[in-house]
């Protein structure tokens, strides 16, 4: 668990964060939304303590971060930015072993990290271990990014716009990625974002930012619902509701009996995508299939209607 209590950071007259306080579940995915200047990159970076907050205190299970040493910040939380901040002139797995290297880990540890976290992000070690970051592609160097901030096996990974410079086709399936890999290894994530659809994908919770001030903290579909202010409310975009609320939930969870003509959908399916399929095909109704295949039923038109209408 992350206690934000009563943070601020102000650099000499400007207040940048001001009285922040929120509290993070363990093994959920916060995401940090705002305008540009609304202190986002500012309040995740005094999680780790690379930004040192003017007041306030940030407690990681309990044990306040500023009584922390800095090995074992490092060991606990995982940092991955825009960019990735590749070290140029080591090889890829040599930037993995970055954290276990200065955590004085034994080569058989680190050589066998290296190795895991390289076919967890898909990358082929005979091919990929001994290059260097100028030889991979964007999407690649975003996935050792995250591969090196995770090899401490920190319980909490901040991001910082960590897929901004990546392709909308790479940048879906790194999301995606991310959320099997935040499931297999229950990592607590805190991932700051200007894409309103990416924080809708991805977060249990949305903090809003505004002005340096917390504006809003809650489930996606409460901002949807009962927005705090107008600015909450600006950012979602009236007329995105319905849509953001479809794209919350999957296909599966949206599963009805009975039966249906054409293409089964994956049950991950978000139920936005189904919906657009189904507005597409001209379908009432098509059939959802769990990962191995089988049936599970069918989505309908009227059923994520209803779905897409205001909460109750
Ligand atoms: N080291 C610094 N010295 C002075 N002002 C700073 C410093 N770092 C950040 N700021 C100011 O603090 C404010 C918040 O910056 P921050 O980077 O946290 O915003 P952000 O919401 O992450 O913005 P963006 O989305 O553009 O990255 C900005 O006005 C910025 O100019």
Request: aromatic letters at 4%.
């Amino acid at each position: 668990m992350i206690e934000i209590d009563g943070i601020t950071k102000r650099y000499d007259d400007n207040t940048v964060v001001n009285n922040v306080t929120m509290t993070i579940e363990p093994r959920t995915v916060t995401v940090i939304v705002g305008t540009s200047g609304s202190g986002k990159t500012t309040l995740l970076r005094m999680i780790n303590r690379l930004v040192e907050p003017t007041s306030g205190t940030i407690r990681l299970d309990g044990e306040d971060n500023h009584t922390m040493p800095g090995y074992e910040l490092r060991r606990r939380i995982g940092y991955a930015i825009q960019g990735h901040g590749l070290f140029p002139h080591r090889t890829v797995a040599q930037n993995i072993a970055t954290v276990p290297v200065l955590l004085g880990w034994d080569r058989a540890r680190i050589d066998a990290k290296v190795a895991e976290l390289l076919a967890l992000f898909q990358l082929d070690p005979t091919l990929f271990a001994a290059r260097f970051p100028h030889e991979l592609s964007g999407g690649q160097q975003q996935r050792v990014g995250v591969a090196r901030a995770l090899a401490a096996e920190p319980n909490v990974l901040l991001m910082d716009e960590p897929f901004g410079a990546l392709d909308p086709i790479i940048r879906a399936k790194a999301q995606a990625d991310l959320l099997d890999i935040q499931r297999l290894l229950k990592t607590t994530i805190v991932l700051v974002t200007h894409d309103m659809d990416e924080a809708f994908h991805l977060a249990d919770k949305i903090a809003v930012m505004d002005k340096g001030e917390l504006v809003q903290y809650g489930a996606p579909a409460e901002l949807v619902k009962n927005p705090a202010t107008e600015f909450v409310e600006t950012l979602i975009g009236a007329s995105e509701r319905p849509f953001r609320l479809l794209s919350i939930e999957t296909a599966g969870e949206a599963v009805e009996p009975g039966t249906a003509d054409g293409k089964p959908l994956p049950e991950a399916t978000s139920q936005r995508d189904a919906l657009s399929e189904m507005l597409w095909t001209g379908r009432h109704a098509l059939p959802v299939a769990a990962a191995d295949g089988r049936i599970l039923g069918r989505v309908t038109l009227e059923g994520l209607t209803r779905r897409a209408a205001k909460p109750q």
